[in-house]
């Protein structure tokens, strides 16, 4: 069970430009895809194509037409009443991949709010995981997603979070043994963010994604998944850490890769996958959601595990060295 918690969902608006954006002027456009969107629902909806039971706990009123959306696609949800309407973020991408994306705030909640949204997720929350994604609403307090998890793991839960900026750091200004996240999912920009890094360093340099992924490991974090981009993704966990390339791709939309990723990496985990099995798995489901339009999720048949390669990397320094070139071995 993959429970997802998305306390800022959104309508995600992706318009296809047919040629490159051309500022200031008049264009047409080739397609407008509307779909249910924010980080929680989308690894939902990852959970239904995979056939892996899963929940989405979100703000909505009962008459939202976003839960009939979710009903459509077969997502299983629980939503706690909204503090407003449902955002609407605007994604514009061109021919070449590149994607511009528009994000609206959101409503702004009450502590009230929150406390219904948190108290519906420990009252869910099971065995398997409780994933806490994307961003924080106008009004709530940036350490949300901190006090939220430290709560899950006092229950004994374990815990994915996905987020950026202010609840990120916060995040991890509270880390300590036992109330720290089972597993933090940031990007290249996000983790530099934290530790204090040069974003064009970690791109360039796996070894010392190692290295800044491994200071928040030693501060109790179970694992860091860092997502690079074309670059592929780094896995560090107490055990060791590993870096995969991703197959060749043409890149349709970069929205909602990394939450297939994530998504990849957990379902990997639920099927008791070692560490290098799971990464190679977030790495081919993140690749496949790139070639497909909007946040569209991408099916068994997308996915490429065989074709993405996992090497070993030392954790104690930027050296590394070559493992097997795949996580079969």
Not at 149 to 176: C, I, P, W, Y
Request: charged share 20%.
């Amino acid at each position: 069970m993959i429970l997802t918690v998305t306390p800022n969902p959104s309508i995600d608006r992706t318009v296809v430009l047919p040629e490159a954006l051309q500022r200031g002027e008049v264009q047409r456009i080739a397609d407008v895809l509307d779909q249910p969107g924010g980080k929680g629902v989308n690894i939902s909806r990852a959970c239904v194509v995979a056939g892996i039971a899963t929940c989405a706990v979100l703000p909505a009123a009962s008459d939202d037409p976003f839960l009939r959306e979710l009903d459509d696609l077969g997502v299983p949800h629980d939503a706690v009443p909204p503090a407003g309407p449902m955002r609407v973020n605007l994604t514009l991408t061109e021919p070449d991949g590149t994607t511009t994306k528009l994000n609206a705030p959101g409503a702004t909640v009450a502590a009230a709010d929150l406390d219904q949204l948190a108290q519906r997720v420990l009252a869910r929350a099971d065995d398997g995981w409780v994933v806490l994604a994307g961003s924080l609403p106008p009004g709530a307090p940036v350490d949300w997603y901190a006090d939220l998890a430290a709560l899950l793991r006092a229950a004994g839960r374990r815990v994915a979070v996905d987020t950026s900026d202010a609840a990120l750091a916060a995040v991890v200004r509270a880390l300590e043994p036992g109330r720290a996240p089972s597993l933090l999912k940031p990007n290249a920009e996000e983790l530099a963010s934290v530790v204090g890094a040069d974003v064009a360093d970690l791109e360039r340099d796996p070894g010392q994604v190692v290295a800044a992924a491994r200071s928040l490991v030693d501060r109790g974090v179970g694992a860091v998944l860092a997502t690079l981009g074309g670059a592929g993704a780094v896995l560090v966990d107490a055990t060791g850490a590993w870096h995969a390339t991703a197959p060749p791709t043409r890149v349709v939309s970069t929205v909602g890769a990394g939450d297939s990723s994530l998504f990849g990496y957990l379902a990997a985990d639920l099927r008791g996958e070692p560490a290098s099995a799971r990464l190679a798995c977030a790495v081919a489901h993140g690749s496949a959601a790139a070639g497909l339009p909007g946040t569209t999720v991408p099916g068994p048949h997308d996915v490429r595990i065989h074709d993405v390669r996992v090497r070993t990397l030392d954790s104690t320094s930027p050296a590394t060295h070559e493992g097997d070139p795949s996580w079969q071995s």
